[in-house]
């Protein structure tokens, strides 16, 4: 497993990094945190060093199962993690309403005030049992604080030594430049899947120009794109992923064929789908890291052999030419 530099900063992530949102439950219709605890250990035993994380992941679990996952282990892992989405205070800009993995009512709200960024910080080192953060990173802007005063917060987390380096995600041109005029992010993590690749008009080109890494997120889309999910198929209460634009008509039919499709290349390489789909994503200009999420060991297995093998520039060119036929309507 390649590692790859984030940005200007000096942290070096692998460039498949285990994704810890399913594992904390919250939106994927619960979690087995035995199987989670193990999948993260196969993913840093198999070089998938670098683990994302979020405060908001299950409310803390998924940091916590982390920590666990971790220990004894701290100098071979990168942790990223985020903050700026809370619950169970109504401060700053409401996001949505959502229920807590035992079916409880919560309040997501948008809010990175420096004092915030400053307490929640303490708060993910202790559910991370670790005394530094490698990459904290803001989990979706906040219209109700000045980008400087999140950025001051960095800064002030860096000069304590609490994180090596911060970050953004979900970030458009305009913010990463707002941002940029205070503190230099060394990465912004965003959606990109073989089937949304809407970062490639104008946050790819700017980060390749200004030096700024990119943590591809959902680059399975969901799961989506392992090919396991066929018409019919039955998800636990609570996982949001039926509600999303991929499962309406149609979306769904169409990333079927496409699945098809790449399937028939896959096959001919000897790889599965899901490492086809990842392989691809590193491909991708400007893709520093792609995060795939994974609720057990057997799915890691899988995943990380996705960096065994490169794919060429007529198979690249092949899959491209099914990705540019894919039409996917964006308002159903
Ligand atoms: N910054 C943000 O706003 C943001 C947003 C989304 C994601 N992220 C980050 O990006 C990470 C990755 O994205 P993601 O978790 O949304 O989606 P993903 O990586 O595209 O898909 C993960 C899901 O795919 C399925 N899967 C993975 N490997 C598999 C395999 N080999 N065989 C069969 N199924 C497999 C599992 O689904 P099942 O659960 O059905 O088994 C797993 O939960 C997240 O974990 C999180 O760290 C960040």
Redesign the pocket.
Known sequence: MEHRTLGESDIKVSELAF????IGGWQ?GGTDSKDAVNAIETAVDHGMTTI??AAVYGFGLSEELVGKAIRGKRDKVQILT?FGLTWGEKKGEFFFASQDNSGKDVDIYKYSSKAKVISDCDQSLKRLGTDFIDLYQI?WPDQTTPVSETMEAIEYLVKKGKIRAGAV??YPQQLMIEAGKTYRIASN?V?Y?MVNRSIENDIVPYCVNNNIGILA???????LL?G?IKHGHVFNEGDTRPGTIYYREPNFSRIMKLIENLSEIAAGLNVTL?QLVLNWTLRQPGITCA?????NAD?VL??VRAADFKLNNEEIARINKYLTDLKLETKI
């Open positions: 994704g810890a949102w399913a994927w994302d994380t985020k989990h995600c979900n993590q959606p899947s997120y959902s680059p399975l889309q969901r799961g392992t396991k899901s995060l795939a999420g994974a609720r799915q899988e995943n």
